[in-house]
């Protein structure tokens, strides 16, 4: 069985398609998770993709990753910036988090700047859209592999090179 990372979503999270896509892009959560998997299968991973609007659900699903899962990949929409509960559960999972965020946080509201769950974070990434889960992914390989002693695995066939001649 490939470790599995759990990739967590926060409130309103589940708009996505239709919540202001200026902000947030056209793609729905289901296309998320569908990049995940094939990301996740590229880099010897298994993801469990979940959302919630509940706080308690997400405290919740982040204790029951302390023994179950690799890591928590977390893009915790409005909770990122109020929730110490969701600190605190973070922190005591000891399990690698990076936080990730679609919209670039530090370029909108005041508000947004300050992030909880950063100090549970080993990285941060935001404004990169979805392609921040993915690289959240290939990181999270890196940090897993380095912890096992094993190499992350790629299973991407190398590129064929075209030879015009
Ligand atoms: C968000 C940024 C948060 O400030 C906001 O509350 C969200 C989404 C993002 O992915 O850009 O719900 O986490």
């Known amino acids: 069985m490939p ?4 990739v967590l979503n926060g409130p309103n999270l589940n708009l996505l398609g239709s919540r202001e896509p200026e902000i947030y892009g056209h793609e729905t959560l289901s296309d998320i998770a569908a990049l995940c998997e094939r990301a996740a299968a590229t880099l010897g991973l298994a993801v469990d993709f979940r959302q919630s609007n509940s706080e308690a659900e997400l405290v919740g699903w982040v204790q029951e ?3 179950t899962r690799a890591g928590i990949i977390l893009n915790a929409g409005a909770f990122t910036h109020t929730s110490v509960a969701l600190l605190d559960a ?6 690698p988090v990076i936080e ?6 530090f370029r909108r509201e005041e508000f947004r700047r300050h992030s909880y769950v950063s100090l549970a974070a080993r990285g941060v990434i ?3 859209g979805s392609q921040g889960y993915e690289l959240a ?26 030879r015009t001649r």
Not at 138 to 145: F, G, H, I
């Open 100 to 105: 990730v965020h679609l919209s670039n946080i």
């Open 65 to 67: 990753a302390r023994t």
């Open 3 to 6: 470790p599995t990372v759990l």
């Open 137 to 162: 992914l290939a990181a999270m390989a890196r940090l897993l592999a380095k912890t096992s002693g094993k190499k992350p695995a790629n299973k991407k066939t190398p590129a064929k090179v075209k």
């Open 126 to 128: 935001c404004g990169l």
């Open 90 to 95: 973070l922190t005591a999972s000891a399990l």
